[in-house]
Nanobody
Framework: QVQLVESGGGLVQAGGSLRLSCAAS????????MGWYRQAPGKQRELVAA???????NYADSVKGRFTISRDSAKATVYLQMNSLKSEDTAVYYC??????????????WGQGTQVTVSS
């Protein structure tokens, strides 16, 4: 019902920057939040950053001060600006949209994932 198209992944050196974009389309009626998760080999998928309908943001402790999440509500697009990248940031990054009227009554949609590789 909701399609997410991600872009911006790639290979960068440690200390570099990268910006991920995710555009939502399809049957959009009420987005509760948009965000980014990541999954490294052998690890669980984890929340990186999210931004809610009201503009509140939350970040994983490991990325605070380095990553910034933002959105363009009119375009239903979320961005993740990643600075001071570390090798530990290497993972597949997935865009996530929660659609509904409350955080406990929403549907999750996922992008295909985009690879971010940080070399050292």
């Amino acid at each position: 019902q909701v399609q997410l198209v991600e872009s911006g992944g790639g290979l960068v050196q440690a200390g570099g920057s990268l910006r991920l974009s995710c555009a939502a389309s399809g049957s959009i009626f009420s987005i509760w939040s948009m965000g980014w998760y990541r999954q490294a080999p052998g690890k669980q998928r984890e929340l990186v950053a999210a931004i809610t309908r009201g503009g509140y943001t939350n970040y994983a402790d490991s990325v605070k001060g380095r990553f910034t999440i933002s959105r363009d509500s009119a375009k239903a697009t979320v961005y993740l600006q990643m600075n001071s990248l570390k090798s530990e940031d290497t993972a597949v990054y997935y865009c996530n949209v929660k659609q509904g009227y409350s955080p406990l009554n929403s549907d999750d949609y996922w992008g295909q994932g985009t690879q971010v590789t940080v070399s050292s």
